[in-house]
């Protein structure tokens, strides 16, 4: 069982450039959403989605689109990556909106922009 | 903003019991409260949640005073391997299952 798969482990950018992050899980969880986590801080939530085909911002979503096709799958794009973008960036899902159920959260992405 | 309070740092010696506060004064009636740890910046790991009364697993006890303003999580036995940040979090009482968390408590175990 995959639980959440998060791709690439690792990334470099130069500023300007766009990217994708991957994010697929593979329990049929109703809800994904995106974290980043900067250095000595606590996750905050980017975007997230509720089911295929609807999307919400959460604290800090600007410079980052989202989509989501499928359930499966919840890709979040870095338009025109800034070096304030470099971060640890997680995926999470979990059942839906049953406020009982737990999150679970892929190992991440370390992303640095130059 | 995250809806609790947390110590920044606790220590603990290796085989006590770990006590980790945390203050949700705001809480509403309908939210629950849950416990997250994560190691070495990994993902987050979920360790429990509970509503009203108290809960335990195999990881860890739960305990929610009877206004719900404030919980506790223990740990039985700590080792070394738990040495984490543990976050407290009031899940998002809307529809969205949003989890918003504050910066958690450093948790250091000492052989």
């Known amino acids: 069982n995959a639980g959440v798969t998060q791709t690439p482990k690792f990334q470099v950018l130069k500023t300007g450039q766009s990217m994708t992050l991957q994010c697929a899980q593979d329990m049929n969880h109703e809800y994904m959403s995106w974290y980043r986590q900067d250095p000595g801080m606590g996750l905050r939530l980017i975007h997230y989605s509720v089911g295929a085909g609807i999307t919400d911002q959460g604290e800090v979503p600007n410079g980052y689109n989202v989509s989501r096709s499928t359930t499966e799958d919840f890709p979040l794009r870095l338009l025109s990556a800034a070096p304030s973008q470099t971060s640890v960036y997680f995926c999470?899902?979990?059942?839906?909106?049953?406020?009982?159920?737990?999150?679970?959260f892929g190992q991440g992405t370390r992303l640095t922009v130059v | 903003d995250a809806k609790t309070t947390q110590p920044p740092s606790m220590d603990c010696a290796e085989g006590r019991a770990a006590n980790l506060p945390c203050n949700h004064s705001t809480i509403s009636g309908n939210e629950y409260v849950y416990w997250y740890r994560q190691i070495h910046s990994q993902g987050p790991q979920y360790i429990i949640h509970?509503?009203?009364n108290n809960e335990t697993n195999e990881m860890a006890s739960l305990i929610i005073t009877e206004d719900r303003k404030s919980s506790t999580l223990i740990l039985p036995h700590a080792t070394l391997r738990d040495t984490a940040v543990y976050y407290c979090i009031v899940r998002d009482g809307g529809a969205t299952n949003k989890l918003i968390f504050g910066t958690g408590t450093l948790l250091a175990v000492q052989p």
């Open positions: 999470a899902s979990s059942l839906g909106r049953d406020r009982a159920t737990e999150a679970f």
């Open positions: 509970g509503l009203k």
